[in-house]
């Protein structure tokens, strides 16, 4: 008798000490992984290095600028422009398909034609077929509210995402005060 009033006694006592349930991403964060992970994914710098190699090429050496110059970098099938590149001072290759620019504006839009992002960028150049983009100095990325800034980026039109290299800093309200840091996200 003594056996079995032991067993049920350790049924009944064992989940008072048992750990709590670890909460989920979203309960303690406020958004999915997958939504921070726009900021944190990581890019392949292999697919980058052409266009790290141009922005090391002397201005100087490119020619006159254009002024003012505003390239749609992406096009919604419907025509309505997804992503727009402006340049204060801005160099366009032969085929049209490499950009080169200084103080730099890349907006992205949804298919109504709302603005959805900013990036800005001390300088960037921008592949419209591989829809890549590398920047250099201090960027800046506004996007549902968020705002990541740092020196120097790698941007995939494609995967929508953005990689600063350095200084990374985000600064948002939807994470409810969790620090990412004990996270493992940076």
């Given at each position: ?12 006592v064992a ?7 670890t909460?989920?991403w979203?309960?303690?964060v ?7 992970a726009r900021?944190?994914a ?11 190699e141009?922005?090391k090429t002397?201005?100087?050496?490119l ?6 110059m ?13 992503v727009?590149l402006?340049?204060?001072?801005g160099?366009l ?9 200084v ?9 109504t034609g709302a603005?959805t992002s ?8 921008v ?12 960027v800046?990325?506004?996007r549902?509210?968020?705002?990541l800034?740092g ?9 929508e995402?953005?990689?600063v ?10 994470l ?10 940076f």
């Open positions: 008798m003594n056996r079995w009033f032991s067993i049920l006694l350790a049924l009944t989940p008072l000490f048992a750990e709590s349930p909460p989920t979203e309960e303690t406020g958004v999915s992984p997958e939504a921070v900021y944190t990581p890019g392949n710098p292999e697919r980058y290095r052409a266009l790290i141009r922005l002397p201005r100087e050496t020619g006159e600028p254009s002024l003012g505003r390239i749609p970098v992406r096009s919604f099938p419907n025509g309505r422009e997804e727009v402006h340049a204060e001072e160099w290759s032969e085929d049209t398909m490499k950009l080169r620019g103080r730099v504006r890349v907006e992205t839009f949804d298919e603005l900013t990036l800005w960028a001390d300088e960037a150049a592949d419209r077929e591989a829809e890549l983009a590398v920047a250099k100095g201090h800046r990325i506004v549902d509210g968020d705002t800034t020196n120097g980026a790698l941007a995939d039109f494609g995967s995402y953005v990689k290299i350095q200084s990374a800093q985000i600064e948002t309200a939807r409810k005060g969790a620090d990412l840091t004990k996270r493992g996200m």
